[in-house]
């Protein structure tokens, strides 16, 4: 999958532009403040339907503006698509996928896998424990047909419990009901557990490992996944055993909801051995080894889009990550504030220079 196509308009401090990038690799270059990560920001949104710099979509349209909208046109070997999406002050969402038109965001995101490389990245490790089951479970939206459709039943079912759990006194509702919430819980959960547990125990985790050997070839790495309920009981047992104490608090504690990937270095917890760079290291073979698993499963390939990563990561290593992301045929997207420190972009011949200013950007010739 790549990007053909970006137009985007009353998007920050951008007017409106539109970019014709390179199937391979893109660098916008300009100061502090130009707009290059509004651009990157631009591109995330056909991909993830909101922002990765801000949860607040009104702050992200121009001031004296009522909406903004990202248009792309992205294409495979065998099909292309038009993409749309627009965001309201009121905070209305509307999606087009071919000119049709949808409040929902599920069809635009899956045709268009995203990943997203920033200062901010090593969050991913020493963050909290949503990150990373949102680092497993964007793998398998892309790869695992049934796995959007399960995730939205248990979020409904764990929806649904919690609102019983929160109900007062007196206007409960019956043993029987509970009963069925919580069996269609526990059997949805033990299926997104299983295909979880099944990720990181095959083949992706030998990718993930065969790039720490190239990226920190001087720790040994365990990653372990937590199913978020007691091991050796099924979660059915495990929802039965806390559900007074649920009952109590209001809400479900135990779950794929409470998963976790725990990852160690030398047998220490990797945040608390790893330096910043080597968070950022760590990072990257893990974000790469997303792109391969998804052009090994079906042949996809990613749009990748890696803000500031001269602050991140050493010219070797940043060497090193766009090329094992250009063998999976990911179409990349960099920022940097001057080209010169980039002396090895001249190997790369697929590749465009635009150059971003006031929320202008221009291709360079």
């Not at 635009?108 to 909290?128: A, K, Y």
């Not at 029987?176 to 819980?185: A, G, I, K, P």
Request: net charge positive; glycine share 6%; charged share 25%.
């Amino acid at each position: 999958m790549r990007l053909d196509l970006v137009q985007v308009s009353n998007f920050r401090n951008i007017n409106e532009f539109s970019l014709l990038p390179s199937s391979q690799l893109n660098v916008l270059f300009g100061a502090n403040g130009s707009g290059k990560s509004s651009v990157l920001e631009a591109i995330h949104y056909l991909g993830f339907a909101r922002s990765f710099r801000t949860s607040k979509h009104k702050n992200v349209i121009q001031h004296d503006r009522s909406e903004f909208t990202v248009f792309g046109s992205v294409s495979t070997r065998s099909s292309s698509h038009k993409l749309g999406l627009s965001r309201k002050t009121d905070n209305s969402c509307i999606v087009s996928v071919d000119g049709i038109k949808t409040k929902s965001a599920i069809d635009l995101v899956s045709l268009l896998p995203v990943q997203i490389f920033t200062p901010q990245s090593s969050e991913l490790i020493i963050g909290s424990p949503r990150l990373r089951r949102k680092y497993l479970d964007w793998l398998l939206f892309h790869v695992e047909p049934s796995f959007a459709k399960e995730f939205s039943i248990y979020r409904r079912c764990v929806l649904q419990v919690n609102a019983i759990y929160k109900q007062k006194s007196g206007i409960t509702c019956s043993r029987s009901e509970q009963e069925y919430w919580l069996t269609q819980l526990s059997q949805s959960g033990e299926r997104i557990s299983s295909l979880r547990s099944a990720l990181m125990s095959g083949e992706f985790l030998s990718i993930i490992k065969y790039n720490l050997a190239e990226f920190l070839p001087e720790f040994s790495f365990e990653f372990s996944y937590y199913s978020g309920w007691e091991k050796d009981h099924s979660l059915l047992e495990s929802l039965e055993k806390n559900r007074e104490k649920d009952r109590r608090m209001g809400f479900v504690s135990v779950g794929p909801h409470k998963a976790d990937i725990r990852i160690k270095a030398d047998g220490i917890l990797a945040n608390e051995v790893l330096s910043r760079g080597q968070l950022r290291m760590l990072v990257a073979a893990m974000q790469i080894a997303q792109a391969q698993h998804l052009f090994l499963k079906n042949e996809k390939s990613a749009v990748f889009l890696l803000d500031d990563i001269g602050a991140e990561l050493d010219l070797q290593k940043q060497e090193l990550f766009i090329n094992s992301l250009i063998q999976t045929g990911s179409q990349i997207f960099i920022t940097a504030i001057d080209k010169k420190h980039m002396g090895y972009l001249d190997q790369y011949t697929d590749k465009k220079m635009f150059h971003v200013e006031h929320g202008q950007v221009i291709e360079e010739i």
